[in-house]
C-alpha cells in the first residue's frame, strides 16, 4: 500500500510540475516564416529606352507583377546602363562575383558569348526540363552550347531593311535590293545604317556570308581571312550611303550617333534604312510623313538567307538549387506573351509617348498577342526570324577587331 502510495504521490508531482512549466518545446517547434529567394539579375542592356528614364518604369513594374505572383523570391535588377557590358568577358565575370557592387545571379547575354562564358566556366547547365516547344528555332540552337542547355531564350534580333518602297518585299539578292532602290530618288542615297563596330561590321559580313553560301557552315567565316565574294557584296552595301563623296556609314558619322542613320530615313534623307528591327521605334518617334513601310530581311549577299542573334538568360555556376528555380520562374515570366506585349507596347512610357520598341520575341506565342498579331511589321519580322539561322557563339570576341580591320581595309580600298 506504501509503494502505490508514492507512486500516486510521485505521478501528481509530475502532473502539476506539467502544468506550471513554460511550454518552451511547443512555441520552439513552430517553425519560423522561411526567407525568401533572393534573385539578382542584369537584363540586356541595349534596348529602346522608350520612356527616357534610363528604364526605371519598366524595371519596376516588371519586379512587382513577378513578385506578386512569386511571393517566395525577391527580385532585385540591376540598372540598365553603360556601367555592364554584356559584350566584355572580364566584365561579365566581375559581375558574377560577389565582390561587384551589381552582383548577379543572371545575366542576360547575346548568345555570341555563350560558349565564351561556358568555356571559361562562369555558369551552369540548366535543366533540360526547362527546354520549351514554344521557343522559335534559332533560339532553341542558341540555348544549347555542346548539345547541353545552358540558356533561357528572351529577345531574337536581326538585320532588316526598312523602306518606303513596297518592292523591298521581294528581293532575294543585294544586287536585287539596289536595283529597287536605284528606282527611288536619285537625289538622296539608297541607304543608311552603321557599318562601324568590332562587332557590328563582323556581324553584317556573316550576315551576307550566309546569304551568299548558307549558315551552315557559318563558323568556318569567323576569321579575319575574308572571302572575296563576300566582300564585294558588302562593299555595294557600303556604296548605297555615299553623299558627296562622303559615306555616313564608314566615317563614323553613324557609329558616334547610334539613331542618326534611323533618324536620317525617319525625315526622307535616304530610300531606306539598314538595321535592326528595333530601329523602326526610332523611325516612327521621328517620321515627317504617314506613307507606308516595309520591313524585309536584310539581303547583303547573293541571296536571301537571314540570321538571327539571341539573347539569353544564363545563371552563374555557383547559383544554388533555389536560385536556379527561381531564375527559371523569371524566363518563365519574362517569356510570357503579356510580358512581351507589353514590353513591346512600351506601356512603361506615358500614354502619350507609348511607341512600340520592335523587339522580337523567341517564341511562337510571343506573336499571338493582340496588338502584335495585328501589327505588319511584327508578323513580317516573325516570318523573318521563324526559320533564321543563328551567330555562332564561340570565336567573334576573339577575332572580331581582326575581322573588323580587314573588312574595313578590303571595302574602303575598292
Not at 565564351?116 to 566556366?121: G, Y
Request: net charge negative.
Amino acid at each position: 500500500m506504501k509503494t502505490k502510495l508514492s507512486r500516486l504521490l510521485i505521478l501528481c508531482a509530475l502532473l502539476m510540475q506539467a502544468c506550471t512549466t513554460p511550454r518552451e518545446s511547443t512555441e520552439t517547434a513552430i517553425a519560423p516564416p522561411s526567407e525568401p529567394t533572393q534573385l539578382r539579375v542584369s537584363l540586356f542592356p541595349y534596348l529602346p529606352d522608350a520612356a527616357g528614364d534610363g528604364f526605371r518604369a519598366m524595371l519596376i513594374r516588371i519586379e512587382l507583377e513577378f513578385e506578386k505572383s512569386n511571393p517566395g523570391i525577391d527580385l532585385v535588377l540591376r540598372p540598365m546602363d553603360a556601367s555592364f557590358d554584356p559584350y566584355d568577358l572580364a566584365g561579365i565575370k566581375q559581375r558574377f562575383s560577389e565582390t561587384d557592387d551589381n552582383a548577379s545571379d543572371v545575366i542576360e547575354l547575346d548568345a555570341v558569348m555563350l560558349g565564351e562564358v561556358v568555356k571559361a566556366n562562369l555558369i551552369r547547365e540548366i535543366p533540360t526540363s526547362e527546354k520549351s516547344s514554344d521557343w522559335l528555332s534559332p533560339a532553341r540552337k542558341a540555348a544549347y552550347y555542346d548539345r547541353k542547355l545552358y540558356g533561357l531564350p528572351h529577345w531574337l534580333c536581326g538585320h532588316f531593311i526598312v523602306s518606303r518602297m513596297e518592292e523591298v518585299k521581294s528581293v532575294s539578292s543585294v544586287s536585287d535590293l539596289i536595283k529597287i532602290l536605284n528606282s527611288g530618288d536619285e537625289n538622296v542615297p539608297n541607304l543608311s545604317g552603321n557599318l562601324l563596330g568590332s562587332w557590328n561590321l563582323p556581324c553584317l559580313y556573316l550576315d551576307a556570308w550566309a546569304d551568299t553560301y548558307g549558315p551552315r557552315k557559318l563558323l568556318t567565316a569567323v576569321s579575319p581571312n575574308l572571302d572575296e565574294r563576300v566582300v564585294t557584296t558588302l562593299g555595294l552595301v557600303a556604296d548605297q550611303q555615299v553623299v558627296d563623296g562622303k559615306n555616313p556609314g564608314l566615317d563614323g558619322t553613324y557609329d558616334d550617333a547610334p539613331d542618326l542613320a534611323a533618324e536620317d530615313f525617319a525625315h526622307g534623307r535616304t530610300e531606306a534604312l539598314v538595321g535592326y528591327s528595333e530601329k523602326l521605334h526610332v523611325v516612327l518617334k521621328n517620321r515627317t510623313d504617314t506613307a507606308p513601310l516595309y520591313l524585309t530581311s536584310a539581303c547583303l549577299g547573293e541571296g536571301d538567307r537571314a540570321l538571327a542573334f539571341a539573347d539569353v538568360f544564363v545563371v552563374r555556376r555557383e547559383a544554388s538549387t533555389s536560385v536556379t528555380q527561381a531564375a527559371a520562374r523569371f524566363a518563365r515570366y519574362m517569356a510570357n506573351p503579356a510580358t512581351f506585349e507589353w514590353i513591346h507596347n512600351s506601356e512603361d512610357a506615358p500614354k502619350a509617348r507609348r511607341t512600340p520598341r520592335y523587339l522580337a520575341p523567341a517564341t511562337r506565342s510571343g506573336y499571338k498577342t493582340k496588338s502584335l498579331r495585328h501589327d505588319p511589321h511584327m508578323q513580317q519580322v516573325y516570318r523573318v526570324m521563324r526559320s533564321a539561322g543563328t551567330f555562332p557563339q564561340t570565336g567573334l570576341l576573339e577575332k572580331r577587331k581582326a575581322m573588323r580591320d580587314a573588312l574595313l581595309s578590303e571595302i574602303q580600298k575598292n
